[in-house]
């Protein structure tokens, strides 16, 4: 996977310690990222939090919503939402990129 490579150094998939954190059936609270909302700001892609179900903007976001919810909570397990073709799950503790859960 090309995106592992570019994110991580390799190719190969790398464990991840923080499976159990992941809420099953967790749903996304949101299909957009209201704190841009609230500003009038917009994004280039949401992340959805696998364990609580909040929707924050993408780190290439000038707000980054996403990473500051990370930031406060811990929560490591984050998946696009809304990207066509995107079923990965990225661990933001060990920076690891998973294929899917």
Request: charged share 20%; glycine share 8%; proline share 7%.
């Given at each position: 996977?090309?995106?592992?490579?570019?994110?991580?150094?390799?190719?190969?998939?790398?464990?991840?310690?923080?499976?159990?954190?992941?809420?099953?059936?967790?749903?996304?609270?949101?299909?957009?990222?209201?704190?841009c909302l609230?500003?009038?700001d917009t994004?280039?892609?949401?992340?959805?939090?696998?364990?609580?179900?909040?929707?924050?903007?993408?780190?290439?976001?000038?707000?980054?919503?996403?990473?500051?919810?990370?930031?406060?909570?811990?929560?490591?397990?984050?998946?696009?939402?809304?990207?066509?073709?995107?079923?990965?799950?990225?661990?933001?503790?060990?920076?690891?990129?998973?294929?899917?859960?």
């Amino acid at each position: 996977m090309v995106l592992r490579r570019a994110w991580t150094g390799t190719w190969r998939p790398s464990p991840c310690s923080h499976l159990d954190e992941a809420t099953p059936g967790v749903q996304p609270q949101s299909q957009v990222c209201r704190e841009c909302l609230e500003l009038g700001d917009t994004w280039p892609a949401l992340r959805w939090c696998l364990t609580c179900g909040y929707v924050g903007c993408c780190d290439k976001a000038k707000n980054r919503h996403a990473a500051g919810h990370f930031e406060a909570t811990g929560h490591p397990l984050w998946r696009p939402l809304h990207e066509r073709g995107m079923d990965w799950v990225w661990c933001r503790v060990d920076q690891v990129l998973l294929d899917s859960l």
